[in-house]
T-cell receptor
Framework: DAKTTQPNSMESNEEEPVHLPCNHS???????IHWYRQLPSQGPEYVIH???SNVNNRMASLAIAEDRKSSTLILHRATLRDAAVYYC????????????FGSGTRLSIRP | GAVVSQHPSRVICKSGTSVKIECRSL??????MFWYRQFPKKSLMLMAT?????????EQGVEKDKFLINHASLTLSTLTVTSAHPEDSSFYIC????????????FGPGTRLTVL
């Protein structure tokens, strides 16, 4: 499985934008870029995914570099409820495709 | 979105006993389910892939006789931790995806196992 690299931790202020980076220099052409987050003592939840183009949904935006070797998850206006571990994952387009988690980025939000 | 439930949410047992954890997909059929374990302050580690009607596929280093997986129906997979010991204490999480939206994995809320 292709590997992703993320900073161990980041801090941000409430109501400010947050940019969470992810490097995936060995990404293959069939890998989708997924982001999940895990709040304390809960299972992970899906945030967003993309292949080549930037993506927006109600939770976040995903900016994908032109060479696809890196991506950035953007939370436009952080709230205290966004404090979580964010995982950047590469995955094939298939319901049977397993997810291998890296260490993720622990995001703290200052009130 | 799809909902995945786990039961129990928390279990405490004595060393040497076996514990069964259930994972259910509530509103869709799950051909494939995944089982993870997570130690405190660590990331999720994939244990096995459970396929409905066939044997599970275990990741390297995971003992299949220790962690028994059964996926007898399209809505239920079970993980049984046999002869549990304190080192098996962990947070166990299942996940699956709806074939209609196979880019999104849905995770259960997790089961916290404590072995005394």
């Amino acid at each position: 499985d292709a590997k992703t690299t993320q900073p161990n931790s980041m801090e941000s202020n409430e109501e400010e934008p947050v940019h969470l980076p992810c490097n995936h220099s060995t990404i293959s052409g069939t890998d989708y870029i997924h982001w999940y987050r895990q709040l304390p003592s809960q299972g992970p939840e899906y945030v967003i995914h993309g292949l080549t183009s930037n993506v927006n949904n109600r939770m976040a935006s995903l900016a994908i570099a032109e060479d696809r070797k890196s991506s950035t998850l953007i939370l436009h206006r952080a709230t205290l409820r966004d404090a979580a571990v964010y995982y950047c994952i590469l995955r094939l387009y298939s319901s049977a495709s397993k997810i291998i988690f890296g260490s993720g980025t622990r995001l703290s939000i200052r009130p | 979105g799809a909902v995945v439930s786990q039961h129990p949410s928390r279990v405490i047992c004595k060393s040497g006993t076996s514990v069964k954890i259930e994972c259910r997909s509530l509103d869709f059929q799950a051909t494939t389910m995944f089982w993870y374990r997570q130690f405190p302050k660590k990331s999720l580690m994939l244990m096995a892939t459970s396929n409905e009607g066939s044997k599970a596929t275990y990741e390297q280093g995971v003992e299949k006789d220790k962690f028994l997986i059964n996926h007898a129906s399209l809505t239920l997979s079970t993980l049984t931790v046999t002869s549990a010991h304190p080192e098996d204490s962990s947070f166990y999480i299942c996940s699956t995806s709806d074939r209609a939206t196979h880019n999104e994995q849905f995770f259960g809320p997790g089961t916290r196992l404590t072995v005394l």
